[in-house]
């Protein structure tokens, strides 16, 4: 099969985005961040980022998701637009922890130490 170009493309309805969030969660605990980059897409070479209060309902979507996939790490992507309302990006099941404090890579480090006593 040949292709016109040697390149991917999605297709897929544009957000005027205000904030971008990171909710990300390892068993009972909870961060969040906005991010920021030089593109459209702040998750890509992010050049700004704030650790903030996770947003109840975002809080609420990323524990129901852990549950679902029964994950022990998790991290939800979520645009906020400027009417206030979320749109879930995309479910990260090993996310990126770069800018979350330190104590998180720690909680990281116990949850995998605990999975591996249970095997």
Known sequence: MDFAADDCAVVEPFIDYERDVRCLAVGERMWAMTRASAGW??????????????????????????????????????????????????????????????????????CLRVRMRQR
């Open 41 to 110: 897409r702040a998750n890509v070479d992010t050049r700004k980022y704030h650790v903030i209060d996770p947003p109840p309902e975002l809080a609420e979507h990323t524990r129901r998701a852990m549950r679902h996939l029964g994950a022990d790490v998790l991290g939800l992507d979520f645009l906020q637009a400027k009417d206030g309302a979320y749109t879930l990006l995309e479910c990260n099941d090993t996310p990126g922890l770069s800018g979350f404090p330190e104590e998180l890579r720690e909680d990281v480090a116990e």
